[in-house]
């Protein structure tokens, strides 16, 4: 979803986002029409950025990395899982995760076992956000 260009809205992409079954909720600052979701999230990662960045604004594409794997890796108060769980099972992507793990230590999952695992996250996060909406 974008709500910040008027690109958006052209034929391309309204084609293009019909052919992948997206509903496109087109929405305006002065006039906001999403699922309440979108205006949430923004939010938050105004106030997020808002507190990374000096007042100078001159450093904002340096922190936004760090700014990402912060809010990445939060927990939701919908799903009680962060962004990086839901999709990929795990919270990494952190610095101790950089370091080499010896390869006595190292665990191997079943891809069938691995993707069940997901899955069955993923039906939770999803009856935990249908549980919140109610």
Known sequence: ?????????????????RQVRTKLLFITTCHPQTDGQTEITNRT????????VSKSLRDWDVK????????????????SHSPFEVSYGLNRVTPIDLIPIPQE????????????????????VRAQIEKVDE
Do not use: C
């Not at 974008?2 to 309204?14: G, L, Q, T």
């Not at 700014?67 to 990445?72: D, I, R, S, W």
């Open 105 to 124: 230590s190292r665990v191997s999952f079943e891809a069938e076992r691995r993707a069940k695992e997901m899955k069955k996250l993923q039906e939770q």
């Open 64 to 79: 936004l990395a760090h700014a990402e794997l912060a809010y990445n890796r939060a927990p939701s108060y919908a799903t």
């Open 45 to 52: 990662l105004t106030t997020l950025l808002r507190g990374v």
């Open 1 to 17: 979803m974008s709500d910040r260009d008027a690109k958006f809205p052209s034929h391309f992409w309204i084609s293009l986002w």
